[in-house]
């Protein structure tokens, strides 16, 4: 519990507080900050409550004043934008504070995203407050203001960019000249002669010290603002190994310049150019990387470019054009053709074809009429229409989704542990071995010594910028999940990304999933002196009495024939059985009509009104293999049809099948439907295993078989009594036209009903770790194989030495590739179409 005290004033005040809180009965300890003047006081076990009245006794016994209680931060996640961290040593940094702050759970840093996701009771002060005493600055994003969060670091990075690009620009043009005076000295054979001749050598060590100087407190002062008070924390991160690098070669010339008698002879020599240049070149690598950071977040500004900005609603007798954000749930919204709908409704009045391909990834345009639902953010085509709004601002589909997006792009992989425990202590270790280059040249180097000391441990210090391993991970799951958003594939938990990819069987529900989810009418034959048309609108007007699923099919397919459905008498429900009636002939239009007795139901039915059905013996049987009950229809006692009514399989889900197997993964079918239909629709898609007539917890038990057998599982469904089955498998896809409860379950939502995005997610994860792994191997490999070349032991064999300069533009090459690596994510095809 959280309390805003008064009249604090000094230690003993504090002292005196805690000590009467603690009297308290159940209070296991109070702390309280005199700054804030707040106390936290925290229960002797998880379940005492204490009471607030007695604190308040407490306190005011003491002498002070309890304000209003300052109500704790829900136990869900906040989200805080992070800004200034530049490698992965700031997010470490960043989550050890975090993790220290009273309340916190747990905390995820992305140093692409800039985001931290903190998880726990922890309040929003304290959480920026360990933030800023590490060395950054954050600030709070709340799950309402996801749009406008996405446009706030959208617009920080161009300015970022621009800056950078201002900056680098500065610092190349005084870097220029410095480089050439000295290094044209050693590249250019007779430009050392023609220098000392002209404007003197101390001359030209005197314009390099006067350009260098500007470059260092102008473009390169950034990294002394933040490496020298990280390096003085004892928290050393990228912006310290630059500052102390720089200085370094800074320092020592300066000392050659201004005071060369201090240093042994032969030792007297200026590295101005490097300072100068290694600003310049990390300047352009965190240009490049702003540049890439830029594009693989493209999906998120995509999906936020999509939604519209104003609406044409309904005031009174008036339509007016008014804002996104003042349009309310129950607003009667108009739509014109090619417009955007603004926000999620059901249609009223009108149709059209609106292209929902933004959301399902669909390319063909959907028909809609009345009572069907729009998405905000979708395009209307051809048609008018009025539709009432059922969900507004951070409520609609859309915004669910860039959360959705967001959530996933800021997720930690199990894969990023390892790399975080290295890149924690990565830093620390380059210093150490940037200390111990310096200890072993002047030791045992050749003459100048001091000179090739500097420069190896100044190499060292530059080449090994961990800025390549941060942005390893995360800038590819930022890809790869824009990508699956962009193809209708949404990965709610970014972990979904890693562990899709170890499954080695697929589970799939049936209805719904595999099959429409909707009964219709799929054979119907006449026997001999009846008519079609005759026969299947007696049966319907029957059936038009019945709640079943399978009488819905059979009236549903009668009114597509637009053939006059008779009138209905003495209807009656035979449990177990079937229906029966007595309907008005329209058999003869130009006779009277006439009764007819109707009666629709199974065999037992049929052989009960003593009605034989032999005369469709082989097609009931066909039927039967093809996992359909037959069902039959007697007219006045005479056999008349057979039907049968079956929920059909989708037209994607024999390609999404095939091309699971072709990921080498077994397919299993989990089914409450009974043995015989589930077989004859597994033998059709060529499903390896069956389970059928299984109830929700039969799934579940079910799973976990089927993972002992096989390995990881991912299972498929779209209903509510697949939820238990979704949270159960080691990943659960929801079909996103699916029910909310089993979209809020899954790990990934496939948003259109189209199963080939099954293979797509499967494809799509193994892509992004695959992406992920190079990118780590080149970040590790990298810094392994660079850091001893820098610090100079290919010397003694072949006189090798890595100047600084060069080892700057290598770390920033490394950056590069590793982004430009995750952006080919960009181009990933499906492996299902």
């Known amino acids: 519990?959280?309390?805003?005290?008064?009249?604090?004033?000094?230690?003993?005040?504090?002292?005196?507080?805690?000590?009467?809180?603690?009297?308290?009965?159940?209070?296991?300890?109070?702390?309280?900050?005199?700054?804030?003047?707040?106390?936290?006081?925290?229960?002797?076990?998880?379940?005492?409550?204490?009471?607030?009245?007695?604190?308040?006794?407490?306190?005011?016994?003491?002498?002070?004043?309890?304000?209003?209680?300052?109500?704790?931060?829900?136990?869900?996640?906040?989200?805080?934008?992070?800004?200034?961290?530049?490698?992965?040593?700031c997010v470490g940094r960043v989550e050890r504070a975090l993790q220290r702050v009273p309340g916190v759970q747990s905390a995820q840093v992305n140093l692409a995203t800039e985001r931290a996701n903190i998880v726990g009771a922890a309040r929003a002060p304290e959480l920026l407050a360990a933030i800023e005493q590490a060395g950054y600055k954050a600030s709070v994003v709340t799950q309402d203001q996801t749009t406008h969060a996405v446009e706030q670091t959208q617009t920080r990075a161009r300015q970022e960019q621009q800056t950078l690009r201002r900056d680098l620009l500065i610092a190349a043009a005084l870097a220029l000249p410095v480089f050439?005076?000295?290094?044209g000295a050693h590249l250019i054979p007779g430009m050392?002669?023609?220098?000392?001749?002209?404007?003197?050598?101390?001359?030209?060590?005197?314009?390099?010290?006067?350009?260098?100087?500007?470059?260092?407190?102008?473009?390169?002062?950034?990294?002394?603002?933040?490496?020298?008070?990280?390096?003085?924390?004892?928290?050393?991160?990228?912006?310290?190994?630059?500052?102390?690098g720089t200085l370094a070669a800074y320092g020592y010339s300066l000392v050659a310049t201004f005071t060369p008698q201090v240093l042994p002879a032969h030792t007297v020599n200026v590295y101005y150019e490097a300072a100068a240049v290694i600003v310049a070149l990390v300047l352009l690598g965190r240009y490049l990387e702003a540049r890439a950071k830029g594009r693989t977040s493209a999906a998120i500004q995509h999906l936020v470019g999509l939604q519209a900005k104003t609406a044409r609603v309904e005031r009174g007798t008036s339509i007016e054009e008014i804002a996104i954000g003042e349009v309310a749930v129950g607003d009667v919204v108009h739509v014109r053709p090619g417009e955007r709908i603004p926000v999620d409704g059901e249609i009223q009045q009108g149709s059209s074809y609106i292209d929902e391909s933004m959301i399902s990834g669909e390319p063909i345009p959907v028909q809609k009429q009345p009572n069907d639902k729009v998405i905000g953010g979708t395009i209307n085509q051809t048609g008018a229409f009025s539709y009432r709004a059922t969900a507004v601002g951070s409520s609609t589909v859309l915004a669910q989704i860039i959360r959705m997006v967001q959530e996933a792009q800021g997720a930690k992989l199990p894969i990023q542990t390892l790399v975080?425990?290295?890149?924690?202590?990565?830093?620390?270790?380059?210093?150490?071995?940037?200390?111990?280059?310096?200890?072993?040249?002047?030791?045992?180097?050749?003459?100048?010594?001091?000179?090739?000391?500097?420069?190896?441990?100044?190499?060292?210090?530059?080449?090994?910028?961990?800025?390549?391993?941060?942005?390893?991970?995360?800038?590819?799951?930022?890809?790869?999940?824009?990508?699956?958003?962009?193809?209708?594939?949404?990965?709610?938990?970014?972990?979904?990304?890693?562990?899709?990819?170890?499954?080695?069987?697929?589970?799939?529900?049936?209805?719904?999933?595999?099959?429409?989810?909707?009964?219709?009418?799929?054979?119907?034959?006449?026997?001999?002196?009846?008519?079609?048309?005759?026969?299947?609108?007696?049966?319907?007007?029957?059936?038009?009495?019945?709640?079943?699923?399978?009488?819905?099919?059979?009236?549903?397919?009668?009114?597509?024939?637009?053939?006059?459905?008779?009138?209905?008498?003495a209807f009656e429900s035979v449990t177990g059985y079937g229906v029966r009636a007595i309907v008005r002939s329209t058999e003869k239009p130009d006779r009277a009509s006439r009764p007819l007795r109707v009666e629709v139901g199974a065999d037992r039915f049929m052989a009960k009104i003593g009605v034989s059905v032999a005369p469709f013996?082989?097609?009931?049987?066909?039927?039967?293999?093809?996992?359909?009950?037959?069902?039959?229809?007697?007219?006045?006692?005479?056999?008349?049809?057979?039907?049968?009514?079956?929920?059909?399989?989708?037209?994607?889900?024999?390609?999404?099948?095939?091309?699971?197997?072709?990921?080498?993964?077994?397919?299993?079918?989990?089914?409450?439907?009974?043995?015989?239909?589930?077989?004859?629709?597994?033998?059709?898609?060529?499903?390896?295993?069956v389970k059928a007539e299984v109830l929700p917890e039969g799934k579940v038990q079910a799973l976990k078989l089927l993972r002992q057998t096989h390995g990881p599982v991912a299972f498929v469904g779209d209903g509510i009594n697949d939820a238990p089955a979704l949270a159960e498998?080691?990943?659960?896809?929801?079909?996103?036209?699916?029910?909310?409860?089993?979209?809020?379950?899954?790990?990934?939502?496939?948003?259109?009903?189209?199963?080939?995005?099954?293979?797509?997610?499967?494809?799509?994860?193994?892509?992004?770790?695959?992406?992920?792994?190079?990118?780590?191997?080149?970040?590790?490999?990298?810094?392994?194989?660079?850091?001893?070349?820098?610090?100079?032991?290919?010397?003694?064999?072949?006189?090798?030495?890595?100047?600084?300069?060069?080892?700057?533009?290598?770390?920033?090459?490394?950056?590069?590739?590793?982004?430009?690596?995750?952006?080919?994510?960009?181009?990933?095809?499906?492996?299902?179409?």
Not at 17 to 44: D, F, H, Y
């Open 1 to 89: 519990m959280r309390l805003s005290l008064d009249g604090l004033h000094c230690a003993s005040c504090v002292a005196r507080a805690e000590k009467a809180l603690q009297k308290v009965a159940g209070v296991g300890s109070a702390q309280i900050n005199l700054v804030t003047q707040e106390a936290l006081i925290r229960p002797q076990e998880a379940k005492t409550t204490i009471d607030r009245a007695a604190l308040v006794q407490a306190i005011e016994n003491a002498g002070y004043t309890v304000l209003d209680p300052i109500p704790p931060q829900p136990s869900n996640s906040m989200e805080l934008l992070v800004e200034g961290m530049t490698c992965a040593s």
């Open 180 to 183: 050439v005076l000295e290094m």
């Open 617 to 689: 013996a082989e097609t009931a049987s066909r039927l039967g293999q093809e996992g359909k009950t037959p069902l039959y229809a007697a007219l006045d006692g005479q056999l008349a049809a057979i039907v049968a009514v079956a929920d059909p399989i989708k037209p994607s889900t024999p390609a999404a099948i095939a091309a699971l197997h072709a990921l080498g993964l077994k397919v299993a079918m989990l089914t409450g439907d009974n043995a015989q239909t589930a077989q004859a629709i597994a033998n059709q898609l060529g499903i390896d295993e």
């Open 192 to 244: 050392h002669h023609w220098i000392a001749c002209t404007i003197g050598t101390h001359t030209s060590w005197l314009i390099q010290w006067a350009l260098t100087t500007l470059v260092l407190l102008g473009p390169g002062l950034r990294f002394y603002r933040h490496g020298i008070p990280a390096l003085l924390r004892g928290a050393p991160d990228m912006h310290s190994l630059v500052a102390v």
């Open 729 to 833: 498998a080691d990943v659960g896809l929801a079909i996103g036209t699916g029910t909310d409860i089993a979209v809020e379950t899954a790990d990934v939502v496939l948003m259109s009903g189209n199963l080939q995005g099954i293979p797509n997610a499967i494809a799509l994860s193994k892509a992004t770790i695959g992406n992920i792994r190079q990118n780590l191997f080149w970040a590790f490999a990298y810094n392994t194989a660079l850091i001893p070349v820098a610090a100079g032991v290919l010397y003694p064999a072949w006189g090798l030495l890595l100047s600084p300069v060069f080892a700057a533009g290598a770390m920033a090459l490394s950056s590069v590739f590793v982004l430009g690596n995750a952006l080919r994510l960009r181009r990933f095809a499906p492996a299902a179409h």
């Open 420 to 569: 975080d425990k290295i890149t924690l202590w990565f830093v620390p270790a380059v210093m150490a071995a940037a200390l111990l280059t310096f200890a072993v040249w002047m030791a045992w180097g050749p003459e100048p010594a001091l000179t090739l000391a500097l420069v190896n441990a100044v190499a060292v210090l530059i080449i090994a910028c961990p800025c390549a391993m941060g942005l390893a991970t995360p800038t590819s799951i930022m890809v790869g999940t824009g990508r699956g958003a962009e193809l209708g594939i949404l990965f709610r938990k970014g972990q979904a990304l890693q562990l899709l990819r170890d499954a080695r069987v697929v589970a799939v529900d049936k209805t719904g999933t595999l099959t429409e989810g909707k009964p219709v009418l799929t054979d119907l034959e006449i026997t001999a002196g009846f008519d079609h048309d005759t026969v299947l609108s007696a049966m319907a007007a029957v059936e038009s009495h019945s709640e079943h699923p399978i009488a819905r099919a059979i009236v549903q397919a009668a009114q597509a024939t637009q053939f006059p459905m008779p009138a209905l008498e």
